[in-house]
């Protein structure tokens, strides 16, 4: 009897262990999530802020491109200073489009008409193009 008291006394104080083992790691993993509602932190935080002044022609031409290509100015300095290519609203939306009726067509495929492995090979091709095409959106 003696004996079973210990091993029970053991079993509960392992328990007790663990649960504050637990407790702290839950503590570890939220404070390192910070203030951000659990969202993981940004590893490339903009921290550096610069004012720069511009004529009424530098700005004007700013402004036109950033209305042309739907993008706020900071964002259009921002392309500007990585070299990155300004979005193609146009080209853009042709593309959403397009990976809409590839998304359609990939459901009329789920029917019965066809085979398995047909509807597999087609449902893998119209993937990859989905993938291309989202690539290439996001230049």
Same mark, same amino acid.
């Given at each position: 009897?003696?004996? =079973? ?12 262990? =663990? ?64 070299? =990155? ?45 989905? =993938? ?8």
């Amino acid at each position: 009897m003696d004996q =079973e008291n210990r091993t029970k006394n053991q079993n509960d104080y392992l328990k007790v262990i =663990e649960e504050s083992i637990r407790k702290k790691e839950r503590k570890n993993k939220f404070s390192t999530m910070g203030k951000l509602g659990g969202r993981p932190r940004k590893l490339n935080k903009k921290a550096h802020k610069y004012s720069i002044s511009l004529n009424d022609k530098q700005n004007d031409f700013a402004k036109d491109i950033c209305e042309k290509n739907q993008i706020s100015l900071q964002e259009f300095l921002r392309r500007k200073i990585e070299n =990155e290519p300004l979005p193609n609203p146009e080209r853009n939306k042709f593309l959403v489009q397009s990976i809409s009726n590839f998304n359609r067509i990939s459901n009329f495929f789920d029917s019965r008409i066809w085979e398995e492995n047909e509807r597999q090979e087609f449902k893998n091709l119209l993937k990859d193009t989905c =993938e291309e095409i989202l690539k290439s959106i996001k230049k």
